[in-house]
């Protein structure tokens, strides 16, 4: 077997398999490594199984990066439309959701066949179930220990992925391997997480668990998203809360809008003029879940009494309430259930023309290993096709 490449790929995911197309059709040799049993893993249980590929919508400000302008050359050379021309080429039926998310129709193994099939080259060679022991910057290019065979390459290409999901075999290979070639790193936390609650507060809500309303969350640095929140037994999440998780600082409150669509206090004063016999509590319960207005009683955050016993001064305190709910976080859930990896190799040390290294000739990275993290939504596998596609073409 061959053991002199042009290119060699560490990491048959996302980032990996783009970057071995690319790089194969411009007639590089080419070998991809990876230690698990097959590729695209993640790939396969993203979107529930649809793998929600890329949006429609995508641009710098749906990244989350040191260094904001980055992304954008590598997304200019390799765009959302190119990885939608692909799909169609290969006839994979797709669907647009909300907030311009495309998803697979049918399975996102069409996704993985699709990239295996433009792997499918003469000179491209992927291996499974591979251990890496060492790697050695030679003269020219680079040398690797694979499973006791030594392989050596002229460009070497980091596409290892984050810490997310550890079950599916998320390692710091790639962060490793930066650190050995005095590349700088920005410190690395779990992102597109849950919540989890102090212990009195997840008491207080685990009963509501499954229960999900609209909702806008603000962080302390003023971000804001709105979507859905989800209740859960260990705390919150749903799409508004894996968004916000990736400008969340720990120790930072939340502030939450339980009622982003209306104006509660003149909703009140309108019910009170209406119905004055009616209770607070069953006022409130047509405008959310009977269930969490009980447990906000219970504990004493609002007082249910008849809507003619409560004044303007009550009812802009409850709207500032409802409309403003704080709630500090215990924690995420961590690289267990996140999405994404944030933090990575730090993309100063990088060129956002090519992906490669600016300290080490032939050093390229691609995909989440580095300081790129996107919004929920595709943005994380567009920025897998586009800085892959761009390490393909100039490895």
Not at 119 to 136: E, F, G, H, K, W
Not at 197 to 202: A, E, G, N, V
Not at 368 to 394: H, I, K, P, R, T
Request: charge should be negative; charged fraction near 20%; include cysteine.
């Amino acid at each position: 077997m061959a053991n002199k490449y042009d290119v060699v790929i560490i990491g048959a995911g996302a980032a990996g398999l783009m970057c071995a197309a690319t790089a194969g059709k411009r007639g590089r040799s080419v070998l991809v490594l990876d230690h698990g049993k097959k590729p695209g893993r993640k790939i396969l249980i993203s979107g529930g199984g649809r793998c929600n590929f890329t949006n429609n919508d995508v641009a710098a400000n749906n990244y989350v990066c040191r260094n904001p302008h980055f992304v954008k050359s590598a997304l200019s050379q390799y765009s959302q439309w190119d990885f939608i021309g692909l799909v169609c080429q290969y006839e994979i039926d797709y669907e647009e959701r909300d907030h311009g998310q495309l998803f697979c129709v049918d399975s996102a193994k069409d996704i993985v066949k699709m990239l295996v099939a433009e792997c499918d080259l003469p000179n491209v060679a992927l291996r499974y179930q591979t251990d890496i022991t060492s790697i050695m910057q030679l003269e020219t290019g680079f040398s690797l220990d694979v499973n006791g065979e030594t392989i050596s390459c002229e460009s070497l290409v980091v596409a290892t992925g984050g810490l997310s999901m550890p079950k599916l075999g998320a390692t710091p290979f790639g962060y490793q391997v930066a650190e050995q070639f005095g590349l700088k790193m920005v410190p690395t936390t779990a992102g597109l997480v849950p919540f989890t609650l102090h212990k009195q507060d997840k008491d207080t809500f685990e009963e509501l668990s499954g229960i999900a309303v609209p909702a806008v969350i603000t962080t302390a640095d003023g971000t804001s998203f709105k979507e859905n929140l989800l209740f859960t037994h260990r705390g919150l999440s749903g799409p508004v809360v894996l968004q916000v998780s990736s400008y969340w600082l720990p120790g930072q409150k939340v502030s939450i809008d339980l009622l982003p669509m209306l104006n509660l206090a003149e909703t009140l004063i309108e019910s009170r003029e209406q119905h004055p016999n009616q209770s607070l509590k069953n006022t409130l319960s047509r405008l959310l879940p009977k269930r969490l207005i009980e447990v906000l009683i219970n504990r004493g955050d609002i007082t249910d009494k008849p809507l003619k016993q409560l004044n303007h001064k009550e009812f802009e305190q409850l709207a500032n309430y409802f409309h403003q709910w704080n709630i500090a976080p215990n924690g995420t859930e961590g690289y267990r259930t996140a999405e994404v990896t944030l933090g990575g190799v730090d993309t100063d040390e990088l060129s956002s023309k090519t992906m490669e290294s600016k300290k080490i000739n032939g050093l390229f990275f691609a995909g989440e290993v580095m300081d790129v993290s996107g919004w929920l939504g595709g943005y994380n596998f567009q920025w897998a096709w586009s800085s892959g596609y761009v390490a393909g073409q100039n490895v």
